[in-house]
């Protein structure tokens, strides 16, 4: 049995106590049915020395502090401490999880009524969470039958986690209940709207990517990364409402704010891409670099901002100061595009107003609430609102781009048709040329046969009628006149018909038929020749009007060495290189000796003949004859 004196030491010891507990009020968790909000205001103390324990804490009065209060706080001063008192009212021991809210690490101490000083509690253990998918921390807490508790919590509360405090008193029973009540429902819409926005601004960045793929245009390139870096956003902001470890909420702010500005400066970009406002407007390409330049900026200067306690403020309010600039400028932007007169200005306004005004929403409900994510009928508004402005942006983006590639196809699809109407007439002028010079030659060849072979048949019929009238004379000499009448005029149907046979379209048959005319021709007049031929001619086609003008002069150069010049002997030499070259020598009269004949007149027809095709004929000043004979041929 203990000694009187002590049992009196015990009950001044635990007089504080006891009178404390009068003047304070507990929470039942016997009427905790599902889960139970700890009310607000919270009790809160605030250890500016930074040394005080737990017991030393105890002993200085608290003060009622509202969570959006904390919430908006710029800096976290000093370590928080929070009271709350429960109490058994059953006859058997109680327990209940306490629920500190999404990235908050804490301590836990119980005061001992006993001894009066404060026992730490174990530390907070993951209880995995169908509704949630993901683990979520509870602190379990026992109360006595017919007891009664005081607990002092810790949070570690830094600029990243101080917003979500929301504490909660749980029945282990009911633990799903407060999980899909308390925690999923208020954000079920918001992740309905989010997936369905994420799956239509998926299907929007993978189409504008194939579309880069295809015609590697640069501004698809620009949307889809634009694209690419709002969708991750977005996505961890909704995995937050599922998220409660810390080190994912201690990056959220720098995260958040590269990948939004990063995405405006793609969508700057692919601006400038889409308009060419590097061609049609300069000064406001290089507005849009300076923009992009302090996006960048101030994602290095947030680097020294955004992970700090005593700074991070600075970093939100330089942020929204950007967003709001941003706006301005980008409104700038686009109404100086739409001053182009461009069809494509349309959509970009469109787009601007349709991101404009959720954007500024968006931004005055964040700073209403804080980012708060809990104590709303719906929680995420602020972000919804602003995902929907940048799907309405993006949207209005592609048609933009969609407009401009159908009008580049139509652009290219009536160059190739102007084109197929260019090819189409110069094919058909070509047809028509190919006709004109088919009636030519049929002319010419019609002409030909009329003047040349009507004239042949005439002098056959004057001749046969001659020898007829003759009765008893001498006939030889008219049937004479007539075989060679009649030679000539198969030799020069045969030399038609040569000139018309496809056949002989080659400068090498060219060559074998001048050397066969060559040949027979000097034999019947006694004539010493000698032919000089290369070994090599080269594979080219010869039209059918030069190979017959050719033949033709040749022919008339040979007459000219028996009826002018008189030779015995006559050297001819070919040559093939950019011209046809004819040269003819014999031991004969200088043809420019003989000029003043009448025979001149026929050199002169030689050589009108040759510039009709585009060559040339002359003769050499010497003591002997030599023509020269010169055709294009290539």
């Not at 001894?115 to 921390?137: C, R, T, W, Y």
């Amino acid at each position: 049995m203990p000694k009187p004196n002590t049992i009196w030491l015990v009950l001044l010891l635990s007089l504080p106590v006891i009178t404390y507990s009068q003047s304070i009020n507990y929470i039942d968790v016997q009427g905790i049915d599902h889960y139970r909000i700890a009310n607000d205001p919270l009790e809160e103390f605030i250890d500016r020395s930074e040394a005080l324990t737990p017991e030393q804490v105890m002993e200085h009065p608290f003060t009622s502090i509202e969570k959006d209060k904390l919430n908006k706080s710029r800096i976290i001063e000093a370590p928080h401490f929070l009271r709350f008192n429960l109490a058994n009212s059953g006859d058997r021991p109680a327990e209940a999880l306490l629920f500190m809210g999404r990235g908050i690490q804490y301590d836990l101490f119980r005061l001992d009524p006993v001894k009066g000083n404060m026992i730490k509690e174990p530390a907070s253990q993951f209880l995995h969470s169908d509704v949630l998918m993901n683990d979520v921390p509870y602190s379990a807490i026992n109360i006595p039958a017919h007891g009664q508790t005081t607990f002092l919590v810790k949070p570690d509360l830094h600029f990243f986690n101080k917003r979500f405090l929301d504490v909660a008193f749980v029945n282990p029973d009911h633990r799903t209940s407060f999980e899909f009540s308390h925690l999923f429902s208020p954000v079920r819409s918001f992740s309905l709207l989010a997936v369905l926005v994420l799956g239509i601004m998926t299907a929007m960045g993978l189409f504008s990517m194939f579309r880069f793929l295809s015609n590697r245009r640069g501004e698809y390139l620009y949307y889809g990364i634009a694209t690419c870096l709002f969708s991750i956003n977005f996505i961890l902001e909704l995995l937050a409402y599922f998220n409660f470890s810390s080190g994912f909420f201690y990056t959220e702010t720098f995260r958040m704010h590269c990948l939004e500005f990063g995405g405006f400066a793609f969508v700057l970009m692919f601006i400038s891409r889409l308009m060419d406002l590097r061609k049609i407007n300069p000064d406001l390409n290089r507005m849009i670099k300076v923009l992009i330049g302090i996006m960048g900026s101030f994602t290095f200067i947030d680097l020294f901002l955004a992970f700090s306690d005593q700074r991070h403020y600075l970093s939100v309010d330089i942020y929204y100061g950007l967003e709001i600039f941003l706006l301005c400028t980008c409104t700038y932007v686009v109404i100086s595009c739409f001053r182009t007169s461009s069809r494509l200005s349309w959509f970009l306004l469109a787009g601007s107003i349709a991101f404009f005004i959720p954007a500024a929403i968006g931004l005055y409900l964040t700073q209403g609430n804080g980012h708060s994510i809990t104590g709303s009928h719906f929680a995420g508004e602020a972000s919804a609102i602003f995902m929907c402005g940048i799907l309405f942006l993006l949207f209005h983006l592609l048609l933009a781009s969609g407009y401009k590639s159908n009008h580049i196809e139509i652009g290219r699809m009536k160059a190739i048709e102007y084109l197929r109407l260019e090819n189409d007439k110069k094919d058909l002028e070509q047809y028509r040329a190919v006709m004109e010079a088919r009636d030519k030659e049929r002319n010419r060849v019609a002409q030909q046969i009329h003047d040349e072979i009507g004239t042949g048949l005439t002098s056959i019929r004057l001749n046969s009628e001659i020898a007829e009238r003759r009765q008893g004379k001498d006939w030889k000499p008219d049937f004479e006149r007539i075989s060679a009448i009649t030679d000539k005029l198969m030799d020069r149907m045969n030399d038609i018909l040569w000139s018309m046979n496809n056949r002989n379209d080659s400068l090498a048959s060219l060559v074998a038929y001048l050397r066969h005319q060559i040949v027979e021709y000097f034999e019947s007049h006694h004539i010493d020749l000698r032919l000089v031929i290369p070994d090599h001619l080269p594979d080219l086609e010869i039209s059918s009007p030069i190979r017959r003008n050719i033949l033709v002069s040749v022919k008339e150069a040979l007459h000219n060495i028996v009826n002018i010049t008189h030779g015995t002997r006559v050297e001819i030499e070919f040559i093939a290189d950019q011209q046809f070259t004819i040269i003819i020598r014999d031991n004969g009269l200088a043809l420019s000796e003989s000029q003043k004949s009448a025979e001149s007149s026929e050199i002169q027809d030689l050589d009108a003949r040759l510039r009709s095709i585009g060559g040339a004929y002359s003769v050499s000043e010497g003591k002997n004859s030599t023509q020269q004979l010169q055709v294009p041929i290539r």
